[in-house]
């Protein structure tokens, strides 16, 4: 029978890796719980009818990106594509807008899009993500744009460009819509097939075609910030004075369009040069039709997700590998009664708050110390028969090899505790 493997588009985490995504979380939740955001977990699964009214039919995500099927009852499920549209239907199902004021939640977890794999594009991946859901100040956006900044820094990831543009209120597209429509009809035969389909679904897509025909086309077409009405360059303004205000430092981009229907006013992306053609890493703004479009009290509302494995590919180049929980003890037994008390003796050390690997081999000594050695614990605690009988131990320093035999109740001392924190702090634990 053959080996079953992962899905192609999916893959795992190893252990080896996964010190980089608790870093991520760690610091993402230290800056949202400082910037009073609150952590929301939503169904991974929903409705498809949520998505296709959420993000809108015409979407790239909506009409080919979807993971759906029929439920055992022949009802229409959808593996979540993003959140935004999961968290905005919780909202409103548990009004959470009741309470007045604004909603600001966050969100970490896997996505699903049935996307071709390729170096940063993959079909379960991971994103986090924030939504602030009630205010239409230019603030929010703002507020929205420095927190993403801030958790990469705190990640050292500096080497970002951000890009903002506007897409206005829905009035202002109608007409920019039309504007474009017109310039890019006359060269619909040299636009990429899926451009062509987008011209009368969701030319605004158009402007963010990877082709490269359609995107010099696109380089001349007329910019969105030209049809912009009062209200909406205002706010954009603001936004931008307020950006400046805070040093974050930005490129207009009059081309950026986010793919889904449902946002307004301020678009962003936060853009990495070492990622080759998967370069966003964040990507979000301002969506004031949404929780109206949900059947919701007309709400404003601005949000951004990161894409987290393109996160990851750019920490591992900066090579800053996340400190891994290392060993107090390891712990070897050999005998039965010793291997019987072996494991008392470790989770009494594990209660103490010592961090301990029992081996479980019942191998000869010897082995068991070639594994204590590359273990990188601290010290090596050896259980043999006599020991067992009085309930002592032998504690070996894996860094200078010096023993000495101690009862099992002195492990607890202030005294070893303070030398084990010593050596871990002085980073020199094993011998090599
Ligand atoms: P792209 O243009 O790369 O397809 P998008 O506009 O579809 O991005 P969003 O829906 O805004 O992306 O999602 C926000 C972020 O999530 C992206 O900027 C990216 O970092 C990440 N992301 C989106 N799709 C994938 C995927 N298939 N694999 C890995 N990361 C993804
Ligand atoms: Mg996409």
């Known amino acids: 029978m053959g080996e079953i493997q992962a899905l192609r588009g999916t893959r795992d985490i190893l252990p080896d890796e996964v010190g980089y995504w608790q870093l991520v979380e760690a610091r993402a939740r230290e800056i949202l719980d400082r910037s009073a955001y609150r952590e929301i977990r939503t169904p991974i699964f929903e409705q498809t009818e949520l998505f296709a009214r959420g993000i809108g039919e015409a979407t790239d995500v909506v009409g080919k990106e979807m993971y759906s099927f029929p439920d055992r009852k022949g009802r229409s499920i959808t593996l979540r594509p993003e959140n935004t549209a999961g968290v905005?239907?919780?909202?409103?199902?548990?009004?959470?807008?009741?309470?007045?004021?604004?909603?600001?939640?966050?969100?970490?977890?896997?996505?699903?899009?049935?996307?071709?794999?390729?170096?940063?594009?993959?079909?379960?991946?991971?994103?986090?993500?924030l939504e602030a859901i009630g205010s239409a100040d230019p603030r929010a956006d703002a507020e929205a744009?420095?927190?993403a900044t801030e958790i990469l820094q705190s990640l050292g990831l500096v080497q970002l460009r951000l890009e903002?543009?506007?897409?206005?209120?829905?009035?202002?597209?109608?007409?920019?819509?039309?504007?474009?429509?017109?310039?890019?009809?006359?060269?619909?035969?040299?636009?990429?097939?899926?451009?062509?389909?987008?011209?009368?679904?969701?030319?605004?897509?158009?402007?963010?075609?990877?082709?490269?025909?359609?995107?010099?086309i696109a380089a001349d077409a007329p910019s969105i910030l030209d049809y912009l009405g009062p209200e909406s360059q205002?706010?954009?303004?603001?936004?931008?004075?307020?950006?400046?205000?805070?040093?974050?430092s930005y490129k207009l981009n009059p081309r950026l369009v986010r793919g889904l229907d449902y946002y307004t006013h301020t678009a962003f992306e936060i853009i990495s040069d070492d990622l080759g053609a998967q370069a966003t890493v964040c990507g979000g703004g301002r969506y004031d039709g949404l929780v109206a479009e949900l059947s919701g009290p007309?709400?404003?509302?601005?949000?951004?997700?990161?894409?987290?494995?393109r996160l990851i590919v750019l920490?591992?180049?900066?090579?800053?590998?996340?400190?891994?929980?290392?060993?107090?003890?390891?712990?070897?037994?050999?005998g039965e009664k010793a291997q019987m008390q072996s494991l008392k003796l470790a989770s009494y050390l594990r209660k103490a708050g010592f961090a301990v690997e029992l081996d479980l081999s019942g191998s000869a000594f010897k082995k068991q110390f070639a594994r204590a050695d590359r273990s990188g614990a601290v010290a090596c605690l050896i259980l043999g028969e006599a020991e067992a009988e009085?309930?002592?131990?032998q504690l070996k320093w894996m860094a200078s090899g010096e023993q000495s035999e101690?009862?099992?109740?002195d492990l607890l001392s202030d005294k070893l505790r303070d030398q084990i924190d010593a050596i871990k702090a002085s980073g020199t634990t094993s011998s090599e």
């Open 298 to 309: 007309q709400t404003p509302a601005v949000g951004w997700a990161m894409g987290l494995e």
């Open 315 to 334: 920490l591992q180049q900066l090579q800053t590998s996340p400190r891994m929980a290392s060993l107090d003890f390891y712990l070897v037994s050999r």
């Open 164 to 216: 903002i543009n506007s897409v206005g209120n829905i009035e202002d597209r109608q007409g920019y819509r039309q504007a474009l429509v017109e310039y890019l009809t006359p060269y619909k035969d040299e636009l990429d097939p899926d451009s062509q389909d987008r011209l009368t679904r969701n030319p605004l897509r158009i402007l963010d075609s990877k082709d490269k025909r359609t995107s010099e």
């Open 145 to 147: 744009i420095a927190i």
């Open 406 to 409: 101690l009862s099992q109740a």
């Open 88 to 129: 905005v239907r919780a909202l409103i199902e548990q009004k959470l807008y009741a309470s007045g004021g604004v909603q600001r939640l966050w969100y970490i977890g896997p996505m699903f899009r049935y996307e071709r794999p390729q170096a940063g594009r993959q079909r379960q991946f991971h994103q986090l993500g």
């Open 234 to 248: 205002g706010h954009f303004e603001m936004v931008q004075q307020l950006l400046s205000s805070l040093n974050i």
């Open 390 to 393: 009085n309930e002592r131990v």
